[in-house]
């Protein structure tokens, strides 16, 4: 019952929004309806600590009807993710300022959002999932073209075609895989995972699946969409983007990648970790010359997911379970990241590093909470991303000492880009832009609140959603 | 057969209205005989009757697509009163040939007799021939007519030939006796019988506008005047392809590696060329000429995964495939009206003051390019699922690359509606009545997306 209301309250919310007769409430409603999904998330949690088999399933039996099986699954990769989900969307909805005067249908468009992607995470049938999938692209493509910035058409039309031709290719494979399932063939995981596959079949599953996920993800040769997309869409829609979508793409791995092809992760690790590590370092060193903040954080965050899809194909538990924390730890200091950019951006309405100083002599408040933000991002000791960071360093090191120290660069790349742009725009002069800038409203502290709780309590406190993955994991 | 009856005696009503001028009671006296044709034709469910020594059976195959084209024209019908705004007269003629058109599309759906086959091709086509030139003074529409008229006979042509050749060779033109014939000596066909299969191939792979004998379409449906196309896109491609299902499905299937390979790379070719060329079109009306054909090419992998659950796949492809194009005709008509162009300028802004429309054409878009959860998709995928059954990955490769390539042109449209600045300064015009209907269809998109079940199971 907890995973339709998870999916149906979105989606109904969503619908009330688009006929649009909340009208100035409709920020106000959304807020709510996310908060009330949030708090079913944590029912969902607590439901599941106490499951005995530490699964959540539902079942619709409604294959007649629908022609695809409904069953719904939360363990415990999901239900991080769901809870990642629920968490964000309250956030990035608050985040919308007033001013911006968004019509009912952006926030409707985030509620889709939001319902769809509980349905990638909590699907338990590949139809569903895929459905799911590609609809989550759908909100996201119209919030990018109606309200991005510069290049919006161009940029949102090619970001489109990009994710879906990766999603076709998954297509192909699930069929493919379909076909190999026992008569009568089935499309739900179980089978699937029931299929042993012989190396010669696992190798052209991976690249159907490993490409969908490469290009959402997005992993280096196919980021060429990131920067773009996260630079021309509104900053809720890069959060929704950063936030969460990207990671669909990396439970797509942990979902089927890692089951369905154990032998060419165990096998290939020299053929595409490799690839990815030489995205993780270039998206680094590229993020260091970026005149402009959202471009840094799109790179850097290109940096942050490729480290991620290290750990979980590094085919080592300490290196999937660092990875799984970490993608929810980069989750919340991504939007928080962004959160921080959008003030700078609503104060000075530039985001041009070399234009702004001094933010820090006039805002106390938030030099504080973006130093904090920042540090979580370069992953110091006591911040969530750490953990996340040194188990996936730990999983690589033990299966490829060298990747490994190649790996640990980019800590070093971060702390190269962050502390240079941090320097450059909180302290030394104040500029024209940033002489009139305000420190932050109660409202807006407490936006902030809940990602300053996630970091330091993952970070502190890793273990309670550690103990969680162990299970998961094995 | 009631319903083919019912439809006749309106086309003749109307006919006869017409002669003594009478507009006004027109449309009422078709929409009112479409839907008793579409209730008597459902009464028939389940009973399976066989008319007139086996030359039309009323199985429920036939009638649920019989259902399909019917609603589709009763929707055609619809539309008609704002696209012939402009025009004064009765237009009887147009109306009686539309619903001659329809009798003979509903005869190829359930022909039991290759020569009931050929009368409901030949009514439907004629009929058509007649329709694409309609607009008399335009030279586009004339030639519209020329051509189709020219390549239609010689299609027509092949096909009684290959008909003649059949019947040389089995001795009978009832499918059932084909059948019969086939399975005694499907190990030793004569020559003449995979000839005149061949041309029968050819003629009906010309009236569903499947490549290589697509090159009528493009400008057939161009130049034709805009609701006719929507007719001929619609209920022509829809009666042909469930008259090849039917012509494949219960006569041939006993020799079916004979034709397999020859539908397969007709529906390779299809669906890329049609893709393909629908890239590079500016002109929408010409894009969904293309587009159709790239469908029909999808259509065709139901007649080659040929099993029973493939009429019930291709009966939901059928539904999809009418409901958005119908849909985004409608759209075009309106934007035409305003714009005076088919350009895809003229879709520009059109969200700004006419969000019900572009909402519908942005659904039908993406129902046509397959994006979930729309019945594009439930239709493709369960298309695929059951080519993939019988061994055809390869086409399924193929056919989810098409996809590929025509989201970019289905979402053009969507772009032009939703990010461009508008260009015109007030909304278009439409009665509150066509915007209902295509509210309605937006809607019937959705819902059949989610439940394509209800429409698979049905036969």
Known sequence: MILVLLLILPLLASLLLFTGKLGKHSKNFALVASLVVFAISLLAGYAFTFAHDKILTLDLNLKE?????????????????????????????????????RTPNFYALIMLMQMALIGVFTSSEMILFYIFWELALIPIFFITALWGGENKKKISVKFLIYTVVGSFAMLIG??????????????????????????????????????????????????????????A??????????????KMGLYGIIRFILPLCPDVVAGG???????????????ATIAITQPNLKKLIAFASLSHVG????????????????????????????????????????????????????????????????????????????????????????????????????????????AVYILKMYQKVMYGERSAATEKFTDLTFSEMLVFLPIIAMIFLVGIFPSFILQLLEGAVK | MYAIITISIVAIIVLFFGAIQKKKPLLPIVYIGLTLAFGLNLLGWNQSVHYYNEMYIADNFSIAFN?????????????????????????????????????????????????????????????????????????????????????GSFASGFLLFGIALLYGACGSMNLEEIKQYLILHQHATSGMLNIGLLLVVIGMTFKIGAAPFHFWAPDVYEGSPTLITTFMATVGKVAAIAAFFRLMNS??????????ITLTVFSIATILIGNLSAFYQDNVKRMFAYSGIAHAGYMLIAIIALKQQAAGVLLLYSVSYTIATITAFAVLILVREETGTFSIKSFNGLAKHNPIEAFAMAIAMFSLAGIPPLVGFAAKYNLFISAIEQGNLPLVIVAIIGSMISLYY??????????????????????????????????????????????????
Not at chain 2, 425 to 440: R, V
């Open chain 1, 65 to 101: 009807l629908l022609d695809v099986d409904i069953i719904l699954k939360i363990d415990a990769v999901s239900l991080v993710m769901v809870m990642l989900t629920t968490l964000l969307v309250p956030i990035i909805i608050a985040s919308t300022d007033k001013k911006e005067n």
């Open chain 1, 174 to 231: 699930i069929l493919y895989l379909y076909t190999l399932t026992p008569a009568p063939h089935s499309f739900s995981f179980e089978s699937f995972f029931q299929l042993k596959l012989p190396y010669s079949v696992q190798v052209p599953v991976f690249l159907a699946f490993f490409l969908a996920f490469a290009i959402k993800i997005p992993l280096f040769p196919f980021h060429s969409w990131q920067a773009e997309t996260y630079n």
């Open chain 1, 233 to 246: 869409s509104p900053v809720q829609g890069s959060m929704l983007l950063a936030g969460i979508m990207l």
């Open chain 1, 269 to 283: 690790s020299l053929i595409f970790l490799p690839l990815i590590l030489f995205g993780v370092i270039y998206g």
């Open chain 1, 307 to 414: 480290l991620i899809a290290l750990g979980l194909l590094s085919n080592n538990h300490y290196g999937i379970e660092g990875g799984i924390l970490q993608l929810f730890s980069h989750g919340v200091n991504v939007v928080g990241f962004f959160l921080c950019y959008y003030m700078i951006v609503k104060r000075t309405n530039t985001d041009k590093i070399s234009d702004l100083g001094g933010i820090a002599s006039v805002a106390p408040k938030f030099a504080t909470i973006f130093l904090i933000i920042v540090l979580a991002n370069i992953s110091l000791p006591l911040t969530n991303s750490f953990v996340g960071e040194f188990l996936i360093l730990l999983g690589l090191f033990q299966t490829n000492k060298i990747l490994a120290i190649i790996a640990g660069l980019t800590i070093i790349l971060g």
């Open chain 2, 67 to 151: 259902g399909v084209l019917i609603f589709t024209t009763l929707l055609v019908f619809i539309f008609a009163p704002v696209y012939y705004k402009p025009v004064k007269r009765p237009l009887e003629d147009i109306y009686a040939l539309i619903l001659f058109a329809l009798v003979g599309s509903l005869t190829m759906t359930g022909f039991g007799n290759l020569l009931m086959l050929f009368v409901g091709i030949e009514t439907m086509s004629l009929s058509l021939y007649i329709l694409a030139g309609s607009k008399k003074f335009d030279p586009n529409s004339n030639e519209a007519a020329m051509k189709y008229f020219l390549t």
């Open chain 2, 251 to 260: 006569s041939f299937a006993e020799i079916e590696s004979s034709w397999k």
């Open chain 2, 410 to 459: 289905y979402i053009r449209p969507v772009v032009a509606m939703y990010v461009n600045p508008p260009s015109a300064t007030s909304a278009i015009d439409s009665s509150s009545n066509y915007k209902k209907q295509i509210f309605l269809a937006a809607f019937l998109m959705i819902i059949l997306g989610i439940i394509p079940g209800m429409i698979i199971n049905l036969i």
